[in-house]
């Protein structure tokens, strides 16, 4: 979503293989400061990336994955990128993902919004089964 909004605003930008959220935040927010807002969420979602990309092994906790989806939702619901996505989905034969991007989240889609569920949640420790 970040790297179609920077291509279609500037496409003399080179983005080609930046994968890191950190290095496209600060490319899209010298194009347009509204994009500011965003960069807690950008910054967790990148503290996954070298982890599952490299694979060493981890565990993701439940409270974790809804902070991620939440945070995903809020930059998924971005004004800029919303107008985009109808742009490209009107004038580009681009299949959007439906408004109500909760359904995606199948379990969590209902209340990726809402903190997490338990004390143990909270706190960032494992429930136990």
Excluded: A
């Excluded at 890191?20 to 927010?29: F, R, T």
């Excluded at 809020?74 to 990128?81: K, M, Q, S, V």
């Amino acid at each position: 979503m970040l790297k179609g909004w920077i291509i279609n605003n500037n496409e003399n930008i080179k983005i080609y293989g930046i994968h890191n959220l950190g290095k496209l935040y600060d490319i899209i927010v010298n194009l347009n400061s509204s994009f500011s807002e965003l960069g807690d969420k950008l910054n967790n979602l990148n503290n996954y990336t070298p982890k599952l990309r490299y694979g060493s092994p981890f565990i993701i906790e439940k409270y974790e994955v809804k902070e991620c989806l939440k945070n995903l939702k809020c930059i998924y619901d971005f004004p800029l990128i919303k107008e985009l996505r109808e742009k490209f989905n009107t004038e580009k034969d681009f299949v959007k993902l439906p408004d109500n991007i909760n359904i995606l989240f199948g379990e969590y889609g209902h209340n990726i919004t809402q903190p997490p569920d338990t004390k143990e949640e909270r706190n960032g420790k494992r429930e136990k089964s």
